[in-house]
């Protein structure tokens, strides 16, 4: 096992003054699933980045931001206050990321000009301090879910999503609220087991791409998971979900941690 966190790889240092520049972070965040039913959620999120301002490195966002999006030319009014302090962040170059996840995966270039944010391939891998990172959402993850990943293969096909999109917004609409049903009803009857990653697809997953940290959500378990495999000592860091509290990854030059936000209690 490998204890504490990664050390420090990259100091933030003025080039040759011997001053620090402002110390900086970097935010992972995944699953806030953000819902027009649960506004202190919304609220909490936007205070949160807010709060962030000082610090903010880049804002990573790892898959359903969204409880459901069924087209950017649909999106809901109650989104607006986020979106427009989203792009406020990325005027003020604090670079903004996003990759979809699977409530979220009809986000696209018009969100993303809107937002201010990078749309990310998954995966994506990318250096943070020093260390090279896997991020993805996590839903490939778990390969033992076989009527999931058929799912996921239908609905990522661009055939699939075009004529999808083509339909009227409250069709679409219908037809989210079915698939959503579906999933519940598919989840409360799943082992437990379906529901988390396989860990055979972790490992074949890092050796694949020569990695040794990965962060994702999706399972909404939070963690950070620590093992070796073939000598290398890994890391797995799942971001958790907006529910209870707000859960984010903050990652700066002394190493990184799981933190959370809170939320008030929906009033309704
Ligand atoms: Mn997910």
Redesign the pocket.
């Known amino acids: 096992m490998l204890a504490g966190p990664f050390p420090p790889c990259q100091f933030h240092l003025g080039q040759g003054t011997g001053y620090h520049v402002a110390p900086m972070a970097d935010y992972f965040i995944?699953?806030l699933h953000l819902d027009p039913r649960r506004p202190t959620v919304l609220d909490a999120f936007v205070r949160w980045l807010e709060g962030i301002v000082p610090d903010l490195g880049a804002l990573y966002i790892l898959?359903?931001l969204f409880e459901a999006w069924i087209g950017d030319d649909a999106s809901d009014p109650v989104f607006d206050p986020l979106l427009d302090r989203l792009a406020g962040l990325a005027r003020d170059h604090h670079p903004l990321y996003f990759m979809p996840?699977?409530?979220d995966f009809l986000v696209g270039d018009a969100l993303a000009r809107r937002a201010g944010w990078t749309a990310l391939d998954e995966p994506a891998r990318i250096q943070c301090y020093g260390t090279l990172v896997g991020l993805l959402?996590?839903?490939t993850f778990c390969t033992e879910d076989h009527a999931y990943q058929a799912f996921r293969a239908q609905v990522r096909n661009r055939a699939w999503q075009q004529q999808f999109l083509s339909r009227p917004p409250a069709e679409r609409r219908a037809m989210a609220v079915a698939a959503r049903e579906a999933s519940q009803q598919h989840n409360a009857q799943a082992a437990d087991f379906l529901m988390d990653v396989t860990p055979e697809a972790i490992d074949e997953f890092m050796r694949r791409e020569n990695l040794s940290c990965l962060i994702h959500?999706?399972t909404h378990r939070p963690a950070i998971h620590h093992w070796i495999l073939d000598n290398v000592p890994r890391t797995r860091i799942v971001l958790g979900d907006w529910y209870e509290q707000g859960r984010i990854l903050r990652w700066d030059e002394a190493g990184y941690r799981l933190e959370t936000v809170g939320i008030p209690p929906d009033r309704s």
């Open positions: 995944a699953d898959g359903d996840g699977n409530r959402h996590g839903d959500g999706h």
